[in-house]
C-alpha cells in the first residue's frame, strides 16, 4: 500500500487544529503509521522544499515552515497520495473547496496549515527526510478490513 508524509504546519499548531487534522485522515480511513512532533531545521525545510528554491516565496515558505513545532504524520493506504491531496484541498486556502481541510480552515497562500507529498517519488523522499524506517509501523491495524472491501 502507498505511503505519503503529512506535515502539519506551525499555523496549524498555534491555532490548535492538529485534532481536527488528524481526524480528518483518520476518519476516511487512512492508517497513521509514523507521527511526531517537531521543530523542522532550516536544512530539512529547503530539503523537503527544494523544488521551489529560487522562487520569490521561497525564503518566506522556509521562514514559516521552521518558525515552530509542527506534527509530521506518515500515512497508509491504497492510493494515499491523492486521497491526502484531495482532503487538504487547492494550496490557497482562499481558493480551496468548503469541505476540505483548507477549505474550511485556511485563507492565506503561505498559511494554509499541511502539507503532502505530490508524488510516489517525493513521498519516499520526504518521508526519508523526516523518519527512520524502524519508526514506523509494519502491521495492519485490526480494523483496515472495514474500510477496504474485504471484511466479509
Ligand atoms: P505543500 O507542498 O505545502 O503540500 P502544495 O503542494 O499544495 O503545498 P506547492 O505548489 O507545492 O503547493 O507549494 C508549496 C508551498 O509553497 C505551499 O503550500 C505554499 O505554502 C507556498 N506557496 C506556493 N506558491 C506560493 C505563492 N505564490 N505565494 C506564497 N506562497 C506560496
Ligand atoms: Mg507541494
Do not use: C
Not at 525564503?59 to 515552530?68: Q, V
Not at 523518519?131 to 472491501?149: A, C, R
Request: charged letters at 30%; proline letters at 2%.
Amino acid at each position: 500500500m502507498q505511503k505519503t508524509l503529512v506535515i502539519i504546519k506551525p499555523d496549524a499548531v498555534q491555532r490548535r487544529l492538529i485534532g481536527k487534522v488528524i481526524s480528518r485522515f483518520e476518519e476516511k480511513g487512512l492508517e497513521i503509521i509514523g507521527l511526531k512532533m517537531t521543530t523542522i531545521s532550516e536544512k530539512l525545510a529547503k530539503e523537503n522544499y527544494s523544488i521551489h528554491n529560487g522562487k520569490d516565496y521561497f525564503e518566506k515558505l522556509i521562514k514559516f515552515m521552521t518558525s515552530g513545532p509542527v506534527v509530521m504524520l506518515v500515512l497508509r493506504g491504497e492510493n494515499t497520495i491523492e486521497v491526502t491531496r484531495k482532503l487538504m484541498g487547492a494550496t490557497f486556502g482562499y481558493e480551496a473547496t468548503p469541505g476540505t481541510i483548507r477549505g474550511d480552515f485556511a485563507m492565506s497562500k503561505r498559511f494554509n496549515l499541511i502539507h503532502g507529498s505530490d508524488s510516489v517519488e517525493s513521498a519516499e523522499r520526504e518521508i526519508s527526510l523526516f523518519f527512520e524506517n524502524g519508526d514506523l509501523m509494519q502491521n495492519k491495524q485490526s480494523g483496515v478490513k472495514w474500510i477496504y472491501d474485504d471484511a466479509v
